[in-house]
């Protein structure tokens, strides 16, 4: 069964790095894992993306470890503006059209 | 360059009653996809498309269907409005070669009384 595994929640001040995990058992094995942030009223836009080791750009660091089981998405010294709900995408299969898997999401608060 | 519209932003249904969401992109994309999203259980994939005249179901299509008659439009219909479909239906788009990067509409929020 495809399924992810993120938390529901976290909480966390300015200037703190923040990092999100999500468990993805079984994933394809080709493919890339993908993180999208959500703000209220609003749909879900790219952060990163990754396929091994670690990718870093303007906004984000993504570690994601040789079995490739889980993925950590790292946002550095978060401000307010990062509160928001972030997903994890992850591919199941490698055949045919690649099952696109949500993860359930994890709602970050970051308080003064 | 609009990317992903979404069209109406929001509508109250009365159980039974019918309607059409409206998605457009102008980004040439070859795929397109519908999401509902629910509190606590992320986006489900509803029905997406790979191509003009192409559809195929996701993993909660019942009660929904689709159209792509155009590359640059997807139309989800509601034949008969239950409660349960009551959500927030997202549409998005992507390049055929880069499905895990989608682009996503801003959203329309549907209420089934």
């Known amino acids: 069964l495809a399924k992810t595994t993120q938390p529901i929640s976290m909480d966390s001040y300015e200037g703190q790095e923040v990092n999100i995990t999500c468990s993805h058992n079984?994933?394809?094995?080709?493919?890339?894992i993908t993180w999208y942030q959500q703000f209220p009223s609003q749909g879900p836009r790219f952060i990163i993306q990754g396929y091994k080791t670690k990718v870093t750009n303007e906004v984000a660091s993504l570690f994601i470890p040789a079995d490739r089981k889980s993925s950590t998405l790292s946002l550095p010294r978060v401000s307010l503006s990062d509160t928001a709900v972030y997903y994890c995408l992850v591919t199941f299969g490698n055949t045919g059209f690649q099952k696109l898997v949500f993860g359930t999401g994890t709602r970050l608060l970051v308080s003064p | 360059n609009a990317g992903v519209t979404q069209t109406p932003k929001f509508r109250v249904l009365k159980t039974g009653q019918s309607m059409t969401l409206l998605c457009a992109q102008d980004m040439n994309h070859e795929y397109m996809y519908w999401y509902r999203q629910d509190p606590g259980m992320g986006l489900r994939l509803i029905h997406y498309?790979?191509?003009?005249?192409?559809?195929a179901k996701g993993e909660v299509p019942d009660g929904y269907n689709v159209s792509r008659l155009k590359k640059q439009n997807f139309l989800l219909g509601l034949e008969s409005a239950a409660p349960s479909q009551t959500s927030v239906y997202f549409c998005?788009?992507?390049?055929?070669?880069?499905?895990?990067?989608?682009?996503f509409g801003p959203g329309t929020r549907l209420l089934v009384l």
């Open positions: 498309s790979v191509g003009e005249g192409t559809t």
């Open positions: 998005a788009s992507s390049k055929r070669e880069d499905q895990e990067t989608q682009y």
């Open positions: 079984n994933i394809a094995t080709n493919d890339y």
